[in-house]
Nanobody, 127 residues
């Protein structure tokens, strides 16, 4: 069983930055691609970013391209989401998710491609 624990959320002013972390335990971190999703109140969960298990492929939602950067540290079994130039519309609960893949170039945007989810961390951006 894979466990994921997110951290790093909080309250920040518009234009500020936060870095989210997601620590993975329970299975070998390699061979698992990682994704970040978010859900704002009254809205559906949406894709934010993903990274393949090799780290060689990344994927971003159009709404965060150029502002957010996903990365992974295999030695620490942790994936990060660096969020810069935050906007009030980025306010949401952010979830990390993972699943195993034989392809080192797989970084899907669909939530149905992910088997394991964290509990989420709240990000609030004030205007």
């Amino acid at each position: 069983q894979v466990q994921l624990v997110e951290s790093g959320g909080g309250l920040v002013q518009a234009g500020g930055s936060l870095r989210l972390s997601c620590a993975v335990s329970g299975r070998t971190f390699s061979m698992y691609y990682m994704g970040w999703f978010r859900q704002a109140p009254g809205k559906e969960r949406e894709f934010v970013s993903a990274i393949s298990w090799s780290g060689g492929r990344t994927n971003y939602a159009d709404s965060v391209k150029g502002r957010f950067t996903i990365s992974r540290d295999s030695a620490k079994s942790t994936v990060y989401l660096q969020m810069n130039s935050l906007k009030p519309e980025d306010t949401a609960v952010y979830y990390c998710a993972t699943a195993r893949s034989g392809s080192g170039a797989y970084a899907p945007a669909s939530a149905t491609d992910y088997a394991n989810w964290g509990q989420g961390t709240q990000v609030t951006v004030s205007s």
